[in-house]
Each structure stands twice: as C-alpha cells, then as structure tokens.
C-alpha cells in the first residue's frame, strides 16, 4: 500500500508499508520526486532488490561479527577474516552508508601503506563475502564492494621462488633434528599444518604413501590444536622410497609407537607451530644464506614444480598438492607448464633432428626416378 498526500506546508509525503507491515516514508518538495521514489521502491520489490532502509543502519562491526559467528570456519580463517573486516575505515558506520567509493578508496590505501598486493587481495575477498552476505539477508540491496577490482600483483610479488637442487641440498645440510620435517614439505608437498599434524598412522610405511588427514591450525602453544585439514586437502600422497627410510629412522629414534602419536614434536614434547616452526625455518635459511622471501611454503612450490617438470598433467599435480579443483592448481602454477610455443618448438625441434638424419643416411628412395 502506497500513498502520496500534500502536507498543509506544501511538501509531499509519500508513504508506503512493507511486507511486514512497517510504514516507511519520506517528504519531497515535488510531487514528481515523491512519485519517483514509490516507484524506485516498487521496481526493488518486483525485482527482488528491496531491503528495509532500517536494517542497513546496523554498524558494520555489528553485522561483520553476527556474520562470521554463523561460519563454520577454523581458527586461522576466522582469524584472517577477522583482520580483514574489522580494520577498515567505515567500522564504526551504518552498513547501508559505505559507498563502492569507500571501498575502492580503502584498497587503495592499503596497498599505498605497505601491504603486498596478494594480501589485500585476500582481505578484499572476505569484505566482498561479508557484504554479499549483507545484501542476501536484504540489510542492503546490493553490494557496494562488487565491482571494486583487486589490486594486481606486482612482478616481484608474482614471481614464484622455487629452490634448485643445489639449494635444497644445502637446506637439507643445515637443517639438523629438523631435516625430517623439512622433507615431508619439499619431496610430499605438505604444507606446515599438515607435516605438524602427521601421526604414525597416517604413513603406509610397505605402501610408501602418506596420508593427509589432519593438521595444526594456531601459531602459539596455547593456540596451537589439530584440526581437519583444508576442505579438498584430504588426500594420499605416493612418495619414493628414501623418503620413506627417512621417516622410518626417525620415527625409531624418537620411539614414536602408538597409531595416534605426533611424527613430529618439539624438542620439549610440543606441537610444532608457525611461530616455532617459523623460528626453525629463519634460522635454516640464514645458514643457506637464502633471501628472506623463501618461506616454509617455498619447499612446496618447489615440490609442484618438479612434479610439473617431470610431466606430470594438471589432476596429478593438484591431487598430489590437494587443491579442491584443478582450476586453483592451474591459477597457481600454470606459468610452470610448458607453453604452447614451448610445445610447438620442441616439436619442430624434433622433426628438424630427424629429418637431418635421414639426410645423412642414403634412404630407399635414394636414386629413384634418376637415369641410369
């Protein structure tokens, strides 16, 4: 129900009552106005875009909270979410009132004070979910964050760092109790969590296979628990047999027996973490005498890069890498997969090498059609 009235001042009323029953109304000076605003309101309602004008005016701390409380996250993604939409300028304004402008303008000045591109990238993604969020439970009628572009990556921060042989050679020299725990990441993939949240039953020891099922989320000991791992990462990962003696004399020397005990643990019984972990990976490095942008998660690249390298196909390298979808493997590393040029080269390469050895080698053909 919907209505327009001239007040005895001379301004228009217009009013109209929703789905629930609540009047909403607003006062032009033209009747032209009044009726182009009932008629906005119309068209949202037809269309499915029409949101109470009350409900946006929730704080965006408020609504960010109530929203994340209904995800079933884990504590580092809860954590990571939380740095992304709780640090931003309009924290303390209504939803409704952040324009796509505020939004753009906050990319921009994170970038401007520091942060990598891959980061604000990530934090913009969980702003525009939360915001999608919003508009589906009709608090806004659409997303002011769903065209903002994210920042692209610079060539330094695209670039991928993959260790040669000779490098993860001298890892492995420097690395000391650590060295097991250093190979499971760079010759299975594992990820930190994931080689910290190894228990003796998830090795095939006569299989050669390592199974993935659980990992270390939390980056203190008081925060540190196992948790299941990664949606998509559940997965057996088949691996050489020196891999397999390595873990065999490790898991003798530290007595490991039981189905459900840790692989590996610090040296006072603890879970290995990222600050602790982190802390090994630091001083490993300085010994190599590697740049301070080759983190832990380097030896995994490097792990998908050899498997690339050997010619394994795309939905080889992402179940070994455990990536949900072979689009995520591919976004990833598909600057490793030789090119069609490269290909197409190759190819012509080989063909050229074979026809240049038929033409030092008299053939069958040789002397047909010539006269005697």
């Known amino acids: 129900m919907a209505s327009i009235k001239q007040r005895s001042d001379g301004v228009w009323r217009a009013r109209y009552r929703d789905a629930d029953g609540r009047e909403h109304a607003r006062h032009f000076k033209l009747k032209r106005d009044a009726q182009r605003w009932l008629d906005e309101t119309a068209a949202a309602v037809l ?143 594992l990820r930190l969590g994931e080689a910290a949240g190894l228990q003796l039953e998830d090795v095939n020891f006569l299989g050669r296979t390592i199974y ?57 019984g603890r879970l290995w973490h990222r600050n602790n972990a982190g802390d090994e990976w630091r001083r490993i490095r300085a010994a190599v005498g590697l740049p301070s942008d080759v983190t832990l998660h380097t030896l995994r690249h490097t792990y998908a890069s050899n498997l690339i390298a050997s010619g394994c196909d795309v939905v080889t390298v992402q179940r070994a890498m455990g990536h949900a979808q072979p689009s995520i493997t591919l976004n990833t590393y598909s600057h490793l997969w030789p090119s069609a040029e490269d290909k197409t080269r190759a190819a012509t390469a080989s063909f050229i090498a074979a026809v240049a050895g038929e033409t030092k080698t008299p053939s069958a053909w040789e002397g047909v059609g010539q006269r005697s």
């Open 47 to 189: 269309t499915g875009q029409y949101a109470d004008p009350r409900a946006g005016r929730v704080k965006w701390s408020v609504w960010a909270v109530e929203w994340m409380d209904r995800q079933s996250w884990a504590s580092g993604t809860r954590e990571a979410a939380e740095t992304a939409v709780l640090r931003v300028p309009w924290a303390d304004q209504p939803v409704g009132g952040v324009k796509p402008s505020h939004v753009q303008g906050w990319v921009t000045a994170e970038l401007k004070r520091g942060l990598a591109a891959s980061t604000v990238r990530t934090r913009l993604n969980y702003v525009q979910m939360a915001f999608r969020a919003a508009a589906a439970d009709k608090v806004i009628p659409s997303s002011p964050a769903a065209n903002v572009k994210p920042p692209r990556a610079r060539k330094a921060e695209a670039a991928m760092r993959v260790l040669t042989a000779e490098q993860v050679a001298a890892v492995l020299a420097a690395a000391g109790d650590f060295r097991p725990f250093i190979e499971v990441c760079v010759f299975a993939g």
């Open 212 to 268: 993935v099922r659980r990992q270390v989320q939390g980056a203190t000991h008081k925060t540190a628990e196992l948790v299941p791992p990664k949606y998509g990462s559940e997965r057996a990962i088949y691996v050489p047999a020196d891999l397999m003696a390595t873990l065999s004399r490790h898991v003798a020397a530290e007595g490991v027996t039981a189905p459900d005990e840790q692989i590996f643990v610090t040296p006072l």
